[in-house]
């Protein structure tokens, strides 16, 4: 009798939960490639080709022959001009030994995280919050926290609530503004006044994650780190994949005190090395282009947005607010929770996310991956045409 071997994988992958932007993606491929007309809204990836002066530095560095094994924390001059950009957009100082480029912004959060966090640490996770932080924390083999938050306060936490969150094992923070999954973007106001609650408590890190700060639609992004007290304990985490539509060229980098940036130096010495060549010299090109290069990508994504909000307003017991960044809205559906919808049972976010895909060939991702159990995300990085062809799908489907 043949024996059947075991499969002994580790409590590290065994408990890692996968990630449910990705799980929809790849259930939307698979339909699609049933033959099923799938309109995706799940993954937050611009539809947008990158710009062609991008391209064209990296066709430049590919003739170059820059082809070796780069710096673990980066080219020298890619760091030089990530140290430009904090202070024309941030207005934050770092020299280059504050600065480590990896292979995209989640790799950058990975290293921090691996590199403060400790078994037994607690890590605060304003709630909604991308996907990748819960899982990276627990991976880093620290706890979290979330601290619920709703549509009717535009998702935001109050220093309250930050307050009441913190206990002596509170180690770190996640911000992230704009936000994955709901759009919101924090005041300097709101941010100093989080920051006056932090000042008491001087052994918590703040992780500020600004990936999607130029896309935003009036208020201005504001870094966690441009507040004089917090700036030694925030580590800035930044990319060029959202605003520069460079999603698959996987560039992304922290600012941070030295004795954390050689950490993470020193960590991704053993994991990855140093970021692609050729993604890396592109990147020095599009971080000292001015930003007004990218302004027509976020003009529309403008538009997007208020189409969305439009047509989503149309439609009975779905609740929006409105984002002011990213490219996301984050509707309350749980006015459905309960109802039968075309012979179909609603329980919860993730029952009416998989509804939308099986009966109206509508990709999304249900709010509880982010920590929101009444909400779904809708991503509006499609075409005018396709936003238009879900939602009529969504709404006949709920009528």
């Not at 509170?170 to 006056?196: D, H, Q, W």
């Not at 060029?240 to 539509?245: C, P, R």
Request: charged share 20%; glycine share 6%.
């Amino acid at each position: 009798m043949a024996q059947v071997m075991s499969q002994p994988l580790s409590d590290r992958i065994n408990n890692l939960p996968i990630s449910q932007t990705l799980a929809m993606a790849a259930k939307a491929r698979e339909l699609r490639e049933q033959g099923k007309d799938i309109i995706s809204l799940s993954l937050g990836e611009p539809d947008f080709n990158t710009p062609d002066f991008i391209k064209d530095a990296a066709i430049q560095a590919i003739n170059d022959n820059y082809n070796s094994y780069t710096p673990v924390n980066g080219y020298g001059e890619l760091r030089e001009a990530i140290c430009r950009k904090f202070k024309r957009d941030n207005n934050l100082d770092y020299n280059i030994n504050q600065i480590v480029v990896s292979t995209g912004a989640k790799q950058s959060i990975a290293n921090v995280a691996m590199v403060l966090l400790n078994p037994g640490d607690e890590v605060i996770l304003p709630a909604p919050y991308w996907v990748s932080y819960s899982a990276i924390t627990t991976l880093a083999e620290a706890t979290y926290v979330e601290i619920p938050t709703s549509i009717e306060t535009d998702f935001k936490i109050t220093p309250e609530q930050l307050q009441a969150a913190i206990t002596p094992r509170t180690k770190m923070i996640f911000f992230n503004s704009p936000n994955n999954p709901s759009g919101t973007v924090y005041t300097e106001a709101e941010y100093r006044a989080l920051a006056e609650v932090l000042e008491n408590h001087p052994g918590i890190y703040v992780l500020s994650d600004e990936i999607y700060e130029h896309i935003n639609y009036g208020e201005p992004n504001f870094s966690f780190a441009a507040i004089e007290s917090m700036y030694e304990r925030t580590i800035t985490v930044n990319g060029v994949a959202k605003a520069f539509a460079m999603t698959g060229w996987r560039i992304g980098y922290i600012g941070a005190a030295e004795w954390i940036a050689k950490a993470c130096n020193k960590m991704q010495g053993q994991i990855t090395s140093g970021a692609n060549c050729i993604a890396q010299r592109a990147t020095i090109t599009a971080l000292d282009a001015p930003v007004e290069k990218i302004q027509y990508m976020v003009d529309e994504f403008h538009k997007r947005r208020d189409l969305v909000l439009e047509l989503l307003g149309n439609i009975e017991g779905i609740k929006t607010n409105v984002a002011q960044g990213a490219f996301y809205v984050f509707p309350d559906v749980s006015f459905y929770f309960g109802k039968t919808i075309d012979g179909q049972r609603v329980e919860n976010a993730s029952d009416f996310a998989m509804l939308l895909l099986e009966k109206a060939n509508v990709a999304t991702v249900t709010g509880d991956a982010f920590g929101a159990p009444n909400c779904i995300r809708i991503s509006y990085a499609a075409s005018q045409e396709e936003l238009k062809e879900a939602i009529r799908r969504i709404a006949e489907l709920l009528s």
